[in-house]
């Protein structure tokens, strides 16, 4: 099964940017679908982006459209998140997942196989 670890977090400004990574190991990250679902304190975890297994389609919520970048590098076994215009409800313990069959990328319980977070913290 296939292993991710993400990075990239950290306090930033209102209206600053930050670019997370999710590194797999374990298996070809190119067999997995990929989303990022953030999870804020006594919310639950939503949507924000995903993207197929071969990158030829992307998915991002309306609350990140327009502000935010998912690509994957699947020669590096890499998935990225670039995230601009940041605001302070964007702060959340960001997740990403991974599963071989995904037909709703939406859905964070199509994903069987999740790292452990990242934390991204907007001040105001």
């Known amino acids: 099964q296939v292993q991710l670890v993400e990075s990239g977090g950290g306090l930033v400004q209102s209206g600053g940017s930050l670019c997370l990574s999710c590194?797999?190991?374990?298996?070809?990250?190119?067999?997995?679908?990929i989303g990022w679902f953030p999870q804020a304190p006594g919310k639950e975890r939503e949507f924000v982006s995903a993207?197929?297994?071969?990158?030829?389609?992307?998915y991002y919520a309306d609350s990140v459209k327009g502000r935010s970048t998912i690509s994957r590098d699947n020669t590096k076994n890499m998935l990225y998140l670039q995230m601009n215009s940041l605001k302070p409800e964007d702060t959340a313990i960001y997740y990403c997942?991974?599963?071989?069959?995904?037909?709703?990328?939406?859905?964070?319980?199509?994903?069987?196989?999740w790292g452990q977070g990242t934390q991204v913290t907007v001040s105001s």
């Open positions: 997942a991974a599963d071989p069959l995904v037909s709703d990328y939406g859905d964070y319980d199509e994903f069987d196989y």
């Open positions: 590194a797999a190991s374990g298996r070809t990250l190119s067999n997995y679908g």
């Open positions: 993207i197929t297994r071969s990158g030829g389609a992307t």
